[in-house]
Protein backbone atom coordinates (compact mmCIF):
# COMPACT_ATOMS: atom_id res chain seq x y z
CA UNK A 1 0.00 0.00 0.00
CA UNK A 2 1.53 3.57 -1.09
CA UNK A 3 1.55 6.60 1.55
CA UNK A 4 -1.00 9.37 0.09
CA UNK A 5 -0.82 12.63 1.07
CA UNK A 6 -4.02 12.14 3.26
CA UNK A 7 -2.31 9.15 4.88
CA UNK A 8 0.80 11.10 6.19
CA UNK A 9 0.79 13.26 9.60
CA UNK A 10 0.11 16.91 9.25
CA UNK A 11 2.09 18.15 12.17
CA UNK A 12 5.50 16.45 12.44
CA UNK A 13 6.20 14.88 15.84
CA UNK A 14 9.25 15.28 17.64
CA UNK A 15 11.25 13.16 19.22
CA UNK A 16 9.90 11.76 22.62
CA UNK A 17 6.66 13.60 21.92
CA UNK A 18 3.63 10.70 21.82
CA UNK A 19 1.85 9.98 18.86
CA UNK A 20 -1.25 12.25 17.72
CA UNK A 21 -0.61 15.29 20.28
CA UNK A 22 0.91 18.83 18.20
CA UNK A 23 3.99 19.49 18.83
CA UNK A 24 4.95 22.14 21.66
CA UNK A 25 6.78 25.00 20.67
CA UNK A 26 10.72 25.31 21.69
CA UNK A 27 11.09 26.32 25.45
CA UNK A 28 7.21 24.98 25.88
CA UNK A 29 6.77 22.87 28.69
CA UNK A 30 4.77 19.62 27.75
CA UNK A 31 0.99 20.19 28.66
CA UNK A 32 1.20 23.81 27.86
CA UNK A 33 -1.22 24.89 25.34
CA UNK A 34 0.16 27.13 22.65
CA UNK A 35 0.00 30.84 23.38
CA UNK A 36 -0.50 30.12 27.23
CA UNK A 37 1.90 31.76 29.16
CA UNK A 38 4.51 29.29 31.19
CA UNK A 39 4.07 28.52 34.76
CA UNK A 40 -0.43 28.89 34.51
CA UNK A 41 -2.57 25.80 34.50
CA UNK A 42 -5.29 25.17 31.67
CA UNK A 43 -8.43 27.17 33.15
CA UNK A 44 -10.74 24.48 34.68
CA UNK A 45 -14.13 23.85 32.82
CA UNK A 46 -17.08 25.24 33.18
CA UNK A 47 -19.74 22.44 34.08
CA UNK A 48 -22.95 24.27 32.59
CA UNK A 49 -25.04 20.76 32.41
CA UNK A 50 -27.03 21.25 35.29
CA UNK A 51 -28.37 25.12 33.99
CA UNK A 52 -28.99 24.25 30.89
CA UNK A 53 -30.54 20.46 31.88
CA UNK A 54 -32.83 22.90 34.03
CA UNK A 55 -33.87 24.56 30.98
CA UNK A 56 -34.64 21.92 29.13
CA UNK A 57 -36.73 20.49 31.23
CA UNK A 58 -38.68 23.23 32.07
CA UNK A 59 -39.43 24.09 28.71
CA UNK A 60 -40.63 20.67 28.05
CA UNK A 61 -42.49 20.40 31.37
CA UNK A 62 -44.48 23.36 30.29
CA UNK A 63 -45.26 22.30 26.66
CA UNK A 64 -46.36 19.06 28.38
CA UNK A 65 -48.74 20.68 30.68
CA UNK A 66 -50.71 22.73 28.80
CA UNK A 67 -51.50 19.42 26.56
CA UNK A 68 -53.70 18.73 29.84
CA UNK A 69 -53.58 14.99 29.07
CA UNK A 70 -49.40 15.10 29.93
CA UNK A 71 -49.74 17.66 33.29
CA UNK A 72 -48.93 14.45 35.63
CA UNK A 73 -46.04 14.32 33.21
CA UNK A 74 -45.15 17.66 33.13
CA UNK A 75 -45.40 18.06 36.86
CA UNK A 76 -42.72 15.38 37.40
CA UNK A 77 -40.38 16.95 34.96
CA UNK A 78 -40.86 20.18 36.55
CA UNK A 79 -40.22 19.03 39.42
CA UNK A 80 -36.81 17.41 37.81
CA UNK A 81 -36.17 21.50 36.45
CA UNK A 82 -36.23 22.89 39.64
CA UNK A 83 -33.68 20.30 41.22
CA UNK A 84 -31.62 20.67 38.49
CA UNK A 85 -32.14 24.75 38.46
CA UNK A 86 -31.15 24.75 42.09
CA UNK A 87 -27.91 22.60 41.49
CA UNK A 88 -27.15 24.83 38.81
CA UNK A 89 -27.29 27.72 40.81
CA UNK A 90 -25.49 26.63 43.74
CA UNK A 91 -22.77 25.70 41.00
CA UNK A 92 -22.60 29.52 39.51
CA UNK A 93 -22.31 30.18 43.11
CA UNK A 94 -18.80 28.29 43.95
CA UNK A 95 -18.10 29.86 40.68
CA UNK A 96 -17.92 25.93 38.94
CA UNK A 97 -20.08 27.46 36.10
CA UNK A 98 -21.33 30.72 34.30
CA UNK A 99 -24.56 30.33 33.07
CA UNK A 100 -26.95 31.37 35.53
CA UNK A 101 -29.06 33.18 33.90
CA UNK A 102 -30.34 29.54 32.33
CA UNK A 103 -30.46 27.72 35.76
CA UNK A 104 -33.01 30.34 36.90
CA UNK A 105 -35.23 30.33 33.82
CA UNK A 106 -35.14 26.92 34.14
CA UNK A 107 -36.21 26.91 37.75
CA UNK A 108 -38.57 28.92 37.18
CA UNK A 109 -40.31 27.16 34.31
CA UNK A 110 -39.73 24.69 36.39
CA UNK A 111 -41.78 25.84 39.34
CA UNK A 112 -44.75 26.99 36.68
CA UNK A 113 -45.16 23.31 35.44
CA UNK A 114 -45.09 22.15 38.38
CA UNK A 115 -47.61 24.23 39.90
CA UNK A 116 -49.91 24.30 37.20
CA UNK A 117 -49.41 20.50 36.68
CA UNK A 118 -50.42 19.17 39.95
CA UNK A 119 -53.27 22.03 39.92
CA UNK A 120 -54.34 20.39 36.16
CA UNK A 121 -54.13 16.69 37.50
CA UNK A 122 -55.84 17.68 40.78
CA UNK A 123 -58.44 19.24 38.41
CA UNK A 124 -58.65 16.31 36.30
CA UNK A 125 -59.14 13.76 38.49
CA UNK A 126 -61.86 15.33 40.53
CA UNK A 127 -63.85 15.54 37.45
CA UNK A 128 -63.69 12.19 36.38
CA UNK A 129 -63.95 10.74 40.23
CA UNK A 130 -67.38 12.97 39.98
CA UNK A 131 -67.75 11.27 36.82
CA UNK A 132 -67.32 7.60 36.91
CA UNK A 133 -70.82 6.41 37.12
CA UNK A 134 -72.22 8.88 34.32
CA UNK A 135 -69.49 6.45 32.65
CA UNK A 136 -70.12 3.09 33.86
CA UNK A 137 -73.80 3.60 32.60
CA UNK A 138 -72.65 5.02 29.05
CA UNK A 139 -70.60 1.96 29.04
CA UNK A 140 -73.60 -0.65 30.00
CA UNK A 141 -76.11 1.41 27.38
CA UNK A 142 -73.49 0.95 24.75
CA UNK A 143 -72.90 -2.80 25.58
CA UNK A 144 -76.79 -3.16 25.50
CA UNK A 145 -77.10 -1.01 22.11
CA UNK A 146 -78.30 -3.01 19.33
CA UNK A 147 -77.61 -0.65 16.60
CA UNK A 148 -75.59 2.87 15.29
CA UNK A 149 -79.31 4.35 16.45
CA UNK A 150 -79.15 2.76 19.80
CA UNK A 151 -75.21 3.70 20.15
CA UNK A 152 -75.83 7.61 19.18
CA UNK A 153 -78.70 7.43 21.97
CA UNK A 154 -76.38 6.44 24.64
CA UNK A 155 -73.94 9.21 23.49
CA UNK A 156 -76.51 11.87 23.51
CA UNK A 157 -77.51 10.56 26.92
CA UNK A 158 -73.55 10.79 28.31
CA UNK A 159 -73.76 13.92 27.08
CA UNK A 160 -76.31 15.40 29.02
CA UNK A 161 -75.46 13.89 32.19
CA UNK A 162 -71.85 15.80 31.68
CA UNK A 163 -73.29 18.86 30.68
Known sequence: MTDTPSDQP??????GQPPGQ???????????????????????????GMGTAALVLGVVAVVLVLL???????????LLAVLFGILGIMRTNRGEADNRGQAVAGL???????????FFTISIGVWFS??????????????DASGPDA???????LAGELE
Not at 33 to 45: M, S, V
Not at 108 to 116: K, M
Open 108 to 118: VTGAIALLVGI
Open 151 to 157: REQCARE
Open 22 to 48: YPTQPGQPPGQYPGQPPGQYPAARRRN
Open 10 to 15: QYPTQP
Open 68 to 78: LLFSPIGAFLG
Open 130 to 143: THVNDFNRFGQCID
